[in-house]
Structure formats: C-alpha cells, structure tokens
C-alpha cells in the first residue's frame, strides 16, 4: 500500500454549474430538463477523487467502488451546486466518505461513497 496522508475528517468542497448536459433529460434518466441524479454523484465522485489525489503519490489514485445516496431535492439548469465530501473513516485501502450537494440555500442530496486507492499502473494492466 502506498504512503498517504488521508485521514478521517479530511474535507474537500468543488462548485459545479448544472447545464444542459447534466439534466435527466439529456442524460435519459427521467423526462425534464433538472440536475439528474447520476450527474449529482458524478459532482460527488470528482469532488471525492481531487480530495484523495492531494493526499496520494503521483503514482496512485483512488477509484469509487460504492455509492449510496438520497436525491432529495430538483435543481434547475443554470444554478450553481456545491459538492461537499468529507473522509469518514480509513481501511487499508478502503477510504469511506460523506458527500453531499447543496444548492444556493437547500440540500439536493446527501448519502455514503467508498473508494479504493490503486496504483494507477497496475490497474491499468489488469483490466487489459
């Protein structure tokens, strides 16, 4: 396992402007032009991955093995939204993390993500 620095409490914030190509419409998983749901945890997954990627060697990354998350709230195109992500707990390779996306003043959605850190070679050897 790689030296890293990650430890509980470790927290990481990323602004997204939702557009077009982010709503449920575009996306195909739901008929109206609002945030869709697989982008929201796409905002919580980057947000998560630039968190992990300060605190690893060049060499490593992390990659998300698990999701689980309420979508709460709709969020129209053109807003701004804040994906929040905090390390939760630690294990071995296993980094398990809160996330959650806000808007302006209201929680769109909120849940649990798991990552596991590779080293980025490695991997990708083994899914040749």
Do not use: Y
Not at 62 to 69: E, L
């Amino acid at each position: 396992m790689p030296d890293h620095t990650i430890t509980p409490g470790l927290s990481h914030s990323t602004h997204f402007r939702v557009e077009e190509q982010h709503s449920a419409l575009h996306i195909g998983s739901g008929s109206v032009g609002v945030l869709s749901t697989p982008s929201m945890i796409s905002f919580m997954e980057i947000t998560a991955r630039q968190l992990l990627d300060e605190h690893l060697p060049a060499t490593h990354t992390t990659v998300g093995v698990h999701v689980n998350v309420a979508h709460k709230a709709a969020c129209p195109l053109g807003v701004e939204v804040e994906a929040r992500v905090a390390v939760s707990a630690v294990d071995q390779r296993r980094v398990h993390l809160s996330v959650e996306v806000w808007n302006e003043d209201q929680q769109l959605g909120a849940g649990d993500h798991e990552r596991v850190i590779v080293d980025k070679a490695r991997f990708l050897t083994k899914t040749q």
